[in-house]
């Protein structure tokens, strides 16, 4: 057939039609078919994204804009060009990168359009690495005392964090521990307890929050060795082989090379010292090659060094090749048991004290004790001295006004050695004004002689005797015979004192003298106790010493001068 049609007129085509069709049909209405409306139809297909991540699509077109965050199909657009604008979607860290970020595409009234956006995961590039942050260097310890510790080390670049534990494990992070106080590139730490140990961890901290390495050091705190109370001062031997001393300073006993009024001093040049014993004014030490030194009042020649000048600073006592075992300082002498059981004092010898069978006044060097050739301690009181032997007897001299020396009425003078009646198994001893008490070997037990006028013999009574009486305490660790009153510790950190109490120097809370042991208040952990003319200091386990009795020379070491009928810790110490 033609592709051509024959256009004719009306009536040739209801001819043909009527030729063509039944009659039935030329009876109805004639319908011709309608057009199909075009399509306007644009589908965006999204892919690549992680399951409920929302795509960031956008159509747009002058007076239409549609952001779509899925794969939708858009209808009955209007014929045109639109810009399709995908852009970089954002999850967790990671980044998703359209394929295309921008399009076109012409929307006709045929068929619909179909846009693929496909997203791509792009790995983020690997940050630098930053360098490690430098630790601490040169860390070392600043300085020791007893209850402070300073820690020193190189500068740094970055803040320092500096933490402490007790015992020999350092913290190991900048937030376990104890935090110490920073300055510059050094820490201080205070309030710690004396002869204690203690371990610091150092941390740089860089600005971002980022932590070295750390670096420890472990320090011990500064210890009591010892303690010593004399007249109207007190002194303490410390674990470094430094001596401290409180109180009067009036004649140089403090040793700091003046005679002004101080709550602490450090004995000058002394950096050695294994024993210290304070007298009535003044004060002696044993240095660790068993050499002697003495400082304070001189007039009497009780410094040994051939003089009778005073000194405010350490002098050598001439003991010449003798080495020293033990040290006592008394009222205007002391004394030293040498090594291999002989004794020799200096000073003052107007009743005998000096032990050489005449009474020498002024004795400025060391003169050798008549007959005692096995001593193991020796003590040095007022105008008396005694010594215990290594067969548990004991030998006294010097003056015996109240049986002191332990010899029979009537008493007198003894120029020589003399020995104790009924004493055989002492193992220590000491001698006051005018009593002595000695210590036995193995139960611990006390006796003492002498005046008893304030109770100071302990028996209960208030009667001399020349010979020794018993006391009620036992397992004793340590005596200590001060100017009218006695002392022990005992064991599990007691104290018990007996006597003269006009100053609080029992320590029990009143100021009445006591005749038998009773306990002073609130010490539980001493280890060790020294009774001076009228005030007694005790030391303690990893605590500051405390100290009780008459304080008018600020002896006690409390920061004050009150007596104090209770003890009280040696605040002066640091």
């Avoid at 003399?418 to 193995?442: K, P």
Wanted: charged letters at 15%.
């Amino acid at each position: 057939m033609s592709s051509r049609m024959t256009v004719t007129t009306g009536l040739a085509v209801a001819a043909l039609a009527a030729a063509l069709l039944p009659h039935s049909a030329l009876a109805q209405p004639m319908t011709l078919p309608v057009a199909k409306a075009p399509s306007r139809s644009l589908t965006v297909k999204v892919t690549g994204l992680p399951k409920r991540t929302k795509a960031a699509v956008t159509i747009k077109r002058k007076g239409y804009k549609k952001t779509l965050t899925k794969s939708k199909t858009l209808k009955r657009m209007k014929p045109g060009r639109y810009r399709i604008v995908a852009r970089t979607v954002s999850v967790g860290g990671s980044s998703y990168v359209p394929s295309a970020k921008k399009q076109s595409v012409r929307v006709t009234s045929g068929k619909g359009k179909r846009v693929r956006i496909r997203y791509r995961l792009v790995t983020p590039p690997t940050p630098p690495i930053p360098p490690p942050v430098t630790p601490v260097s040169d860390l070392r310890v600043g300085d020791r005392e007893l209850t402070s510790v300073s820690v020193t080390w190189a500068s740094s670049q970055d803040s320092v964090v500096v933490r402490r534990a007790a015992g020999p494990t350092a913290p190991d992070s900048p937030n376990a521990g104890v935090l110490v106080a920073v300055t510059q590139s050094a820490a201080r730490d205070t309030g710690l307890a004396p002869g204690s140990e203690y371990s610091y961890a150092a941390f740089a901290i860089a600005s971002d929050g980022r932590v070295s390495d750390r670096r420890v050091l472990t320090v011990k705190t500064l210890g009591i060795s010892s303690i010593s109370a004399g007249g109207d001062h007190t002194c303490a031997l410390i674990d470094d082989g430094s001596i401290r001393c409180w109180g009067d300073n009036s004649v140089g006993q403090l040793g700091n090379g003046t005679l002004a009024p101080t709550d602490l001093s450090t004995v000058v040049g002394v950096s050695d010292a294994i024993a210290v014993s304070a007298g009535r004014q003044h004060s002696c030490a044993i240095r660790s090659d068993r050499s002697v030194l003495c400082w304070g009042y001189g007039n009497n020649g009780e410094l040994g060094n051939n003089d009778t000048i005073s000194s405010g600073t350490p002098v050598p006592v001439a003991l010449g090749l003798d080495k020293a075992f033990t040290l006592s300082s008394g009222d205007g002498f002391s004394c030293a048991s040498l090594l291999g059981g002989r004794v020799k004092c200096w000073g003052l010898g107007n009743a005998g004290q000096m032990g050489v069978g005449a009474a020498n006044t002024i004795n400025k060097v060391p003169v050798q004790v008549t007959g005692v050739t096995t001593a193991l301690s020796v003590s040095a009181g007022s105008g008396s001295t005694c010594a215990s032997l290594v067969d548990g007897t004991a030998r006294c001299w010097g003056f015996n006004d109240s049986g002191q020396l332990g010899v029979s009425f009537p008493p007198s003078n003894q120029l020589s050695p003399v020995q104790v009646t009924g004493l055989a198994d002492s193992q220590d001893i000491g001698i006051g004004n005018s009593h002595a008490c000695a210590r036995s070997i193995g139960a611990g037990t006390v006796r003492c002689w002498g005046r008893n006028d304030a109770g100071q013999l302990g028996d209960g009574s208030f009667n001399d005797s020349s010979s020794p009486v018993n006391t009620s305490v036992n397992a004793v660790t340590s005596l200590s015979v001060g100017g009218f009153s006695s002392c022990v510790t005992l064991e599990g950190g007691t104290v018990k004192c007996w006597g003269a109490n006009s100053s609080g120097q029992i320590g029990d809370g009143t100021f009445t003298d006591v005749n038998s042991p009773v306990q002073v208040a609130g010490l539980g952990d001493a280890s060790s106790v020294s009774a001076g003319y009228q005030h007694v200091c005790a030391t303690r386990v990893n605590q500051l010493p405390v100290c009780w009795g008459a304080g008018d020379g600020g002896q006690l070491g409390d920061g004050g001068t009150a007596d104090r009928a209770t003890p009280v810790p040696v605040s002066v110490l640091r």
